[in-house]
């Protein structure tokens, strides 16, 4: 590999990194290609490879049509802007040595949010086992982690402390009844099948023991 062309790619991909302000992931490889091209002037051969294999591999990584910002300055690796649509991802991406990994299953959370889940809920909490556990960010954030398959190491505390939530109430209600309400918004209709449960659990505990005495 030609090291001169990698700094250069490098220092390419900093200087839009800095420059740009927001702008898609077409846009952003298209203008480190170009500022390459400034540097090296007509780039061919095992230059251009270099280059291609970067660019490539950001297609793939996520969607062109997907935008680059500064998430990271608002405390983000990343965030879908349900009013618009837009798929917002931290510029950190780009990097050369971006975690592939990493970055495809936080693609994923991001796409559960936007495609497998309703913009709005009939009900913005549910109550169990004496807890009120609110769907947004608690439950949206349980489904978009546990079907992007995120382990623990890629989650901030917080992140962790929803996840354990929602398996609690998975282990309530199902996890086919917890995804389908958040796919519907039906929360309501959740709180429904849960305080069912919650009946049944509390008129079998009702029975008092055989000597009458409650403890
Ligand atoms: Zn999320």
């Given at each position: 590999m030609n090291e001169a062309t990698v700094d250069v790619l490098?220092?390419?991909?900093?200087?839009?990194?800095?420059?740009?302000?927001r702008e898609t992931v077409r846009a952003f490889v298209n203008n480190v290609q170009n500022r390459v091209q400034e540097r090296v002037g007509n780039i061919a051969g095992?230059?251009?490879q270099v280059v291609r294999g970067w660019l490539e591999e950001k297609l793939r990584l996520l969607d062109p049509t997907y935008e680059i910002y500064d998430t990271a300055s608002k405390g983000a690796a990343a965030w879908f802007?349900?009013?618009?649509?837009?798929?917002?991802?931290?510029?950190?991406?780009?990097?050369?040595?971006?975690?592939?990994?990493?970055?495809?299953?936080?693609?994923?959370h991001e796409e559960v949010h936007k495609n497998d889940q309703a913009h709005t809920?009939?009900?913005?909490?549910?109550?169990?086992?004496?807890?009120?556990?609110?769907?947004?960010?608690v439950l949206i954030e349980w489904h978009a982690i546990r079907q992007s398959?995120?382990?623990?190491?890629?989650?901030?505390?917080?992140?962790?402390?929803h996840v354990r939530?929602?398996?609690e109430l998975v282990a309530i209600a199902g996890r086919g009844a917890v995804t389908d309400a958040l796919r519907t918004g039906d929360i309501?209709?959740?709180?429904?099948?849960?305080?069912?449960?919650?009946?049944?659990f509390l008129q079998e505990s009702r029975i008092l023991p055989a000597s009458g005495h409650l403890l």
């Open positions: 490098n220092e390419s991909i900093e200087a839009e990194q800095d420059s740009s302000s095992k230059e251009m802007e349900p009013g618009t649509g837009r798929m917002v991802f931290d510029d950190r991406t780009m990097d050369r040595r971006a975690d592939t990994g990493y970055w495809s299953r936080v693609r994923r809920f009939n009900r913005g909490a549910i109550t169990f086992d004496g807890k009120v556990v609110p769907v947004h960010p398959g995120q382990p623990d190491g890629d989650l901030t505390a917080g992140y962790r402390a939530l929602g398996d309501a209709g959740l709180q429904e099948t849960i305080n069912g449960k919650d009946d049944s």
